[in-house]
């Protein structure tokens, strides 16, 4: 078994003072920093968005941040502006050692569409080449920790899964936004699909 780690989107915009803070998020480097060390092959996520992207609320007349909207594609939670492409919310976090990284995939870069997972966009269909790039390297198990727990974490395992590798999200090394039980909801819906949550210290 060939082993991927993947560090998802631990950017400045998603720990304390960026524009979709979660939480405790900073908290997560320590223990990514960590995690990279330990596996060979790692891998990171960067949330890219233009800056008049239609996921942010600040595009649509009338609503706000948090917001549900149904876009061609499906529901669509409207955020706050955040990961601007080349912005210093969409820079990763300044202890995040992310020279360790082999291969960075940035996305969520086209304006009319939003993407969660590392995988596919958010019409699900759209892939980010991802996928393609595990098989071509010859991984076949992916481990997962960083934010958001029931956003992007959660696309991208339940993703994972879908394209036919076995998958692993460290909990402890994720931080949810925890939007309407968003938390325990993704957790079910992980458990349910074949992912194995684990925690750093058993894995
Ligand atoms: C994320 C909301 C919007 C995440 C990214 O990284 O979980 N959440 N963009
Ligand atoms: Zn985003």
């Not at 820079?91 to 969660?116: M, N, Q, V």
């Not at 080449?129 to 595990?134: C, D, I, P, R």
């Not at 899964?161 to 992980?190: E, K, P």
Request: glycine letters at 8%; aromatic letters at 10%; one cysteine or more.
């Amino acid at each position: 078994m060939t082993t991927a780690f993947i560090a998802i989107d631990v950017q400045n915009d998603f720990c304390p003072g960026g524009a979709l803070a979660v939480a405790d998020g900073g908290a997560v480097v320590g223990a990514i920093n960590a995690l990279m060390r330990r596996f060979d092959h790692v891998i990171l996520t960067q949330d890219w968005h233009p800056p008049d992207h239609l996921s942010f609320a600040s595009q649509h007349e009338g609503r706000a941040a948090f917001d549900n909207i149904a876009m061609p594609y499906g529901a669509q939670t409207l955020w706050p502006d955040h990961c601007v492409q080349g912005g210093h919310g969409a820079e990763f976090h300044k202890k995040l050692e992310i020279w360790r990284a082999e291969l960075i995939i940035r996305k969520g870069y086209r304006r009319e569409i939003d993407s969660y997972s590392a995988f596919f966009e958010n019409d699900h269909t759209t892939p980010t080449g991802l996928s393609g790039y595990l098989r071509e390297r010859g991984f076949s198990h992916v481990v997962l920790a960083g934010l958001a727990t029931d956003f992007c974490v959660a696309f991208s395992a339940l993703d994972a899964v879908r394209c036919g590798f076995t998958c692993q999200v460290v909990m402890d090394a994720t931080r949810a936004i925890d939007l309407d039980g968003s938390l325990a909801q993704a957790t079910q819906t992980m458990q349910k699909a074949g992912v194995e949550l684990c925690e750093v210290s058993n894995l």
